[in-house]
Each structure stands twice: as structure tokens, then as C-alpha cells.
């Protein structure tokens, strides 16, 4: 109650962008006003969300070449850890901090998606960079999750809380990304942002989620290309229906 408290004072003296909430664990996520509008966007629109000039130059390039392929899509701010959520005419559904892999790197380790948890050193928990066709399904934890690389075992979910030493909650909750590689390589985002935001978004609906590069750059990871140059791109690929794979956390 507190918390809401001080969030509605933060929103009347115009400290807190529209839309922005700040949940009972402490992270502070948005969730911006859907649009009735029937015209797709030639730019992206962020309303009145902050991102970084990556993110922007991703998002807008994705709906002038209509890369998503007429999906929803989402993108992933490694370097920043924040996650945004887009329906399929480019127009922001929210955004969130999260929690990503503990090592540097935009590879996976070959047959990693076949190893317990046990037998997965720092350096190989990794959240690879590239253009995925997500899709959502159940985990071995009996909860759904946004399949982002089912092979590598790597999904969006909810935040992970088993372990109350890691301190997941507090990491999401502080204003610092330096905080935030702490899982085995999934993307972990606050629980109501999950559901209040990602889950409808991926209702009926594959997705594509594109994880922007931190050794790389993004003309490697995605064949960026200049915006006034309108080329045809390839359509989303079926992703086959994963049923009980092991996901990292």
C-alpha cells in the first residue's frame, strides 16, 4: 500500500512517465493505453517511453521492413536490461526491467538446452542475440512461459523466487542494469508485467522476439540495413509447439 502510495505522489509532480507502475516487489515497469488506431505506424511508437537509441533504430527498421511479419514482437535491451513489448503495428504495449543471463555473450553453448541446471558454469549462461520466432508453452515447472529458444532452453518469464539468496525481486528493483545477470540465461521480467503485458500479447498469437547484441553489433546479429531502403523480408518461420522442456531460470 505504501508503495502504491508513493507511486501515485511520483506520478502528480510528474516524476514517473504515464503509464509507469511501480509494483509491490520495487520494479517499476509501464504499461501504455491501446490504441484503437487501424493504420500501421511507417516508425515505431514509443508514446512517451524512454529507450536507447538501439532500441529505436531496431524497432523502427522492424516495421519499415515489416521483419515481424505482421506479429507482435518484442525487443531485448541486453546492455541495458529492460525489455519492450510491441503489437504487431509497431505501437509499445509496455516496457520492463529484467533479469538475464550471468555471462557476457551473444552465443549459446552447443547442447546446452540438454543439460541440467548442475552442469551449467557462469560461463556458459548466456541470453543469445538474434531474431527469434517465440511462442508460448509450458515449462517443467508446471507455469507458461514465452519460449524464446526452445532448443538452447531459453524463455520469457516471470521472475524466478526459489532462491531467495540470488535476490531476483531487489535486482529488478534497483535503477542500475550492473545488478541484473543473475540467471541461467532466460529473461526474467516482473510477474504482473508477465501477465499484465507479454502474456496477452502472446494470446493466439507466435511472436517474434529480437535480442539486441552486446559483443556484436546489430549489422552482424540482424543485417540492419539503411530505413529508406525497403527490401523484402523473409516471413516468420512455423515454430513448432514445445510441450515440457527443461528452461533455464
Excluded at 65 to 91: C, E
Excluded at 168 to 191: E, F, H, K, M, W
Excluded at 206 to 219: M, Q
Aim: charged share 25%; with cysteine.
Amino acid at each position: 500500500m505504501e508503495t502504491r502510495r508513493i507511486a501515485i505522489v511520483a506520478l502528480g509532480l510528474g516524476l514517473l512517465p504515464a503509464g509507469s507502475i511501480a509494483s509491490e516487489d520495487g520494479a517499476r515497469w509501464t504499461r501504455t493505453p491501446q490504441s484503437n488506431a487501424a493504420t500501421v505506424a511507417k516508425r515505431t511508437d514509443f508514446a512517451r517511453v524512454r529507450a536507447s537509441r538501439d532500441v529505436r533504430q531496431l524497432a523502427d527498421w522492424v516495421v519499415e521492413t515489416d521483419n515481424n511479419a505482421g506479429l507482435p514482437f518484442v525487443i531485448v535491451d541486453k546492455s541495458n536490461a529492460r525489455v519492450f513489448v510491441f503489437d504487431a503495428g509497431g505501437r509499445i504495449q509496455g516496457a520492463a526491467p529484467a533479469l538475464l543471463g550471468v555471462a557476457r555473450g551473444d552465443h549459446t553453448v552447443p547442447g546446452i538446452g540438454d543439460r541440467e541446471l548442475s552442469d551449467m558454469p557462469p560461463e556458459t549462461r548466456t541470453t543469445p542475440a538474434g531474431r527469434f520466432v517465440a511462442r508460448r508453452g509450458m515449462s517443467t515447472r508446471g507455469e507458461d512461459v514465452v519460449w524464446v529458444d526452445y532448443e538452447a532452453g531459453v524463455s520469457l518469464h516471470r521472475v524466478i523466487t526459489t532462491r531467495p539468496e540470488e535476490r531476483r525481486l531487489q535486482r529488478l528493483a534497483t535503477p542500475t542494469p550492473l545488478d541484473n545477470r543473475i540467471s541461467y540465461g532466460c529473461i526474467n521480467v516482473p510477474a504482473r508485467f508477465y501477465e499484465q503485458v507479454v502474456s496477452p500479447v502472446f494470446s493466439g498469437s507466435d511472436g517474434i522476439v529480437y535480442v539486441l547484441p552486446e559483443t556484436l553489433s546489430a549489422r552482424e546479429v540482424f543485417g540492419l540495413h539503411d530505413l529508406e531502403q525497403r527490401e523484402q523480408q523473409p516471413s516468420a518461420v512455423q515454430a513448432r509447439t514445445p510441450h515440457l522442456r527443461r528452461t533455464g531460470q
